[in-house]
């Protein structure tokens, strides 16, 4: 089955830097786009960035734009976010999310991981 | 960037009643809408793609509709298993957008 696991969350300083990291496996990584979508404590959901399935297309949310990375590998079946610059409004859980191949809608998420910062 | 506005905010109903969420887009999406049912504590889960194919599993009593702004996700008979929050999200181009979410109750 289509597992995703995140992992490398915790509390940061702000205008620390912190990577996050999310492994796959039950599905061929290389032919799906992924995202990353985060979730504020007690907010919504907001969209963070997606990477094609080739890694040759990246988008970020104008609010990570400059400070957040995203990049993946797929031999390994793993997919990152390096994270600069943070600030306390970037406090959330981040999830990973498979792209549909259908359109830009997400599949299968990951259970989560939380990102604190504060000082 | 496309504004997705989802109303009521929460709403509470009894088992059994019939309970709709609607949604609107800032401008037109054709049908480039999917909805997903957020339970306490837990993952994000898709229902509905494309305004109103329903995900695979996904119980019957859920249905979408709509096209273009105005989107509707219906719950024909509630049941205590669907309280959750629940999400509309639009992905006609990035960046991709969600509704701010309507809280479903049982009364």
């Known amino acids: 089955q289509v597992q995703l696991v995140e992992s490398g969350g915790g509390v940061v300083q702000p205008g620390r830097s912190l990577t996050l990291s999310c492994a796959a496996s039950g599905f061929t990584f290389s032919n799906f786009p992924i995202h990353w979508v985060r979730q504020a404590p007690g907010k919504g959901l907001e969209w963070v960035a997606l990477i094609s399935y080739d890694g040759t297309n990246k988008y970020y949310a104008d609010s990570v734009k400059g400070r957040f990375t995203i990049s993946r590998d797929n031999s390994r079946k793993t997919l990152y976010l390096q994270m600069n610059s943070l600030r306390v409004e970037d406090t959330a859980v981040y999830f990973c999310?498979?792209?549909?191949?259908?359109?830009?809608?997400?599949?299968?998420w990951g259970q989560g991981t939380l990102v604190t910062v504060s000082s | 960037d496309i504004q997705m506005t989802q109303s009521p905010s929460s709403l509470s109903a009894s088992v059994g009643d019939r309970v709709t969420i609607t949604c609107r887009a800032s401008q037109d999406i054709s049908d480039y809408l999917a909805w997903y049912q957020q339970k306490p504590g837990r993952v994000p889960k898709l229902l509905i793609f494309?305004?109103?194919t329903l995900q695979s599993g996904v119980p019957s009593r859920f249905s979408g509709s709509g096209s273009g702004t105005d989107f509707t996700l219906t719950i024909s008979s509630l049941q205590p298993e669907d309280v959750a929050s629940y999400y509309c999200?639009?992905?006609?181009?990035?960046?991709?957008?969600f509704g701010q979410g309507t809280k479903v109750e049982i009364k």
């Open positions: 494309a305004a109103s």
């Open positions: 999310a498979r792209g549909a191949v259908a359109g830009l809608y997400f599949d299968y």
């Open positions: 999200q639009n992905y006609n181009r990035a960046p991709m957008t």
